[in-house]
């Protein structure tokens, strides 16, 4: 017996969504979700569809009392983009069913152009922060050509909802998918990796996105780590008489 769920978009009567759609879904470094999130709170947006799993355990994500549903999507008629991400984490399990609905629903919908924007905890030297993409044939010409300082990544491996749309951007029949990627570092979410993002997002497509607040989020939060470190710092005990081990979590 069969037991995944299955997903479903439920869109307005009048939601239909822009040429080009941007994706983020949930990582441990929270980037992609990061960058999508401060584009929808900081733009003049319309929420015009969400999806729905059935077989699956309903989940509520709450903001000023008022509840949602965790994946939803945003028209934003000044950018003329479409945003859809997830509030979520999904088992690994789920994403062929998941990444169908969404390719059905794109196809239906006249969409495009698919970007998923997502953050990756890979080995990475300090010259590396800078965004890479993954992407199909169809989306290179279409999206890529002429943008620069935008490589196609090197080597890595893109799995759970990022591999399997971008896979599924290669079939014939499939939407011009690429991947919008940059290293991430944790704990989430990693602003400076969300900023990378945001700068390839408005290269690619053409558009102007105020990061003003998200920059000083950053460095709100640096600022909070280094006076972790230095209070971390100010209160260690000598190797010599150090009987336990060093705790580094908070990092």
């Known amino acids: 017996m069969?037991?995944?769920?299955s997903f479903r978009v439920?869109?307005?009567?009048?939601?239909?969504?822009?040429?080009?759609?941007?994706?983020?879904?949930?990582?441990?470094?929270m980037a992609g979700i990061t960058t999508v999130d401060y584009t929808i709170n900081t733009t003049a947006v319309e929420k015009i569809a969400h999806i729905r799993g059935e077989g699956t355990n309903d989940i509520a994500t709450i903001r000023d009392g008022e509840p949602h549903h965790p994946i939803r999507?945003?028209?934003?008629?000044g950018l003329e983009l479409t945003f859809l991400y997830s509030e979520v984490f999904l088992p690994m399990a789920f994403a062929d069913r998941l990444?169908?609905?969404i390719e059905d629903w794109c196809r239906d919908a006249g969409v495009e152009l698919l970007t998923i924007v997502h953050g990756a905890t890979f080995p990475h030297s300090e010259e590396d922060h800078v965004p890479f993409f993954a992407a199909s044939d169809g989306y290179r010409d279409r999206a890529l050509s002429g943008v620069d300082g935008i490589t196609g990544l090197p080597v890595g491996v893109l799995?759970?909802?990022?591999?399997?749309?971008?896979?599924?951007?290669?079939?014939?029949?499939?939407?011009?998918?690429?991947?919008?990627?940059?290293?991430?570092?944790?704990?989430?979410p990693d602003i400076d990796a969300a900023l990378?993002?945001?700068e390839a997002v408005q290269a690619v497509h053409d558009v102007?996105?105020?990061?003003?607040?998200l920059r000083e989020r950053g460095e709100e939060?640096?600022?909070?780590y280094r006076g972790l470190v230095d209070r971390s710092r100010a209160t260690e005990i000598s190797p010599m008489v150090r009987d336990f081990p060093e705790d580094r979590m908070f990092m």
């Open 2 to 5: 069969n037991h995944l769920p």
């Open 10 to 29: 439920e869109t307005r009567v009048d939601g239909n969504p822009y040429d080009t759609v941007i994706a983020a879904f949930p990582t441990r470094d």
């Open 73 to 77: 999507v945003y028209n934003a008629p």
């Open 99 to 101: 990444a169908a609905a």
């Open 159 to 188: 799995d759970g909802l990022p591999g399997e749309l971008l896979l599924r951007g290669t079939d014939a029949a499939g939407i011009d998918t690429g991947v919008l990627v940059t290293p991430a570092h944790l704990p989430g």
């Open 196 to 198: 990378t993002l945001l």
């Open 208 to 213: 102007t996105i105020d990061d003003t607040a």
């Open 221 to 224: 939060l640096r600022e909070y």
